[in-house]
């Protein structure tokens, strides 16, 4: 097919409960009806391009004007209390991947309204694959034709957390922090938190955590009736082969993509770790070859 210059981004604004949402929509050029995927960023205070305050990779930008290159519209979006949509979120206390599913739903419903949408999916990077899955439980909103996972965990989070906990925290700190994780599994609420472990378990994000501890990824991934595509890289030091396989074994009817070479932030990656670090604050690194043409193949396939 020929390929479409990507039109102007359009800033959009959808009240939602607890206040407005932001996002931005990038329609290819032209009039002609084409195939749309709503982009969920990963865990943690992450914005519409994927970023977060230590990474500016945009990693989601990228995705959105690749795909547009190739016929296809985007809708990316800030999460709850990130980004332009800070004021929808102000209480983390109050955050749970339920609710970041159910704006999921109405950006979704939004987008598939658009009269130039013919088909909308979930493309889920990390744990937004998760929400999107969450999204996709029976029955699934009338509009979701289909779910791309890219990097998203296979296995629980409390198995994650242990294996990259493991090797980052001193031999001091690392039982309790493994304590309080057994304790957020078990559905407790942990009060006093030692500063240093506050990042990840302070008060406020615990009900997120014990919601996030809970939920079971090939679970969830088995029970989805819509086309789903898997993609993992093989240069991924966050989400690994093992989480891919898993999920596929959950759901055979999958399609599944590994690229040897493609880390968590959809590059091209060498295996030494100062160059997977460097790739994560690289905007202008391009995306992980065959990565494109493998989400815009599937895409079209569900229009």
């Known amino acids: 097919m020929a390929l479409a210059a990507p039109a102007a981004a359009e800033d959009w604004r959808l009240e939602a409960p607890g206040g407005a949402l932001h996002g931005t929509l990038l ?8 195939p749309a995927a709503l982009l969920l960023a990963g865990s943690g205070p992450s914005e519409r391009d994927g970023d977060a305050p230590q990474m500016r990779h945009a990693a989601l930008r990228r995705l959105a004007e690749d795909l547009a290159v190739q016929g296809i519209a985007t809708l990316r979006v800030d999460k709850r209390g990130v980004g332009e949509s800070a004021a929808a979120g102000p209480d983390e206390a109050a955050l749970t991947p339920d609710i970041y599913a159910r704006d999921a739903g109405l950006w979704l419903a939004r987008l598939a309204a658009h009269p130039r949408v013919e088909g909308v999916s979930v493309i889920g990077h990390s744990e937004g694959g998760l929400i999107g899955a969450l999204l996709a439980q029976p029955p699934a909103p009338e509009a979701m034709r289909g779910l791309v996972l890219l990097a998203t965990p296979g296995r629980r989070l409390g198995v994650i957390l242990r294996e990259q906990l493991a090797p980052l925290l001193p031999a001091d700190t690392l039982p309790m922090a493994l304590d ?95 160059g ?24 079209r396939g569900l229009t």
Do not use: C, K, T
Request: charged share 15%; no cysteine.
């Open 180 to 274: 309080i994780l057994a304790r957020l599994e078990a559905g407790e609420s942990v009060a006093e938190v030692p500063p240093v472990l506050a990042p990840l378990f302070r008060p406020s994000v615990q009900p997120y955590m014990r919601a996030a501890l809970a939920l079971d990824p090939p679970g969830l991934l088995a029970r989805v009736q819509l086309p789903v595509l898997i993609v993992q890289g093989g240069r991924d030091i966050q989400v690994r082969e093992a989480d891919a396989r898993a999920l596929a074994g959950a759901l055979p009817a999958a399609r599944s993509l590994i690229l040897p070479q493609m880390n968590h932030v959809l590059r091209d990656a060498p295996a030494d770790p100062a």
């Open 27 to 34: 329609l290819p050029a032209g009039e002609a009806r084409v």
């Open 276 to 299: 997977q670090i460097a790739l994560y604050n690289d905007a202008a690194a391009p995306l992980a070859q065959g990565l494109i043409p493998a989400i815009a193949a599937f895409l």
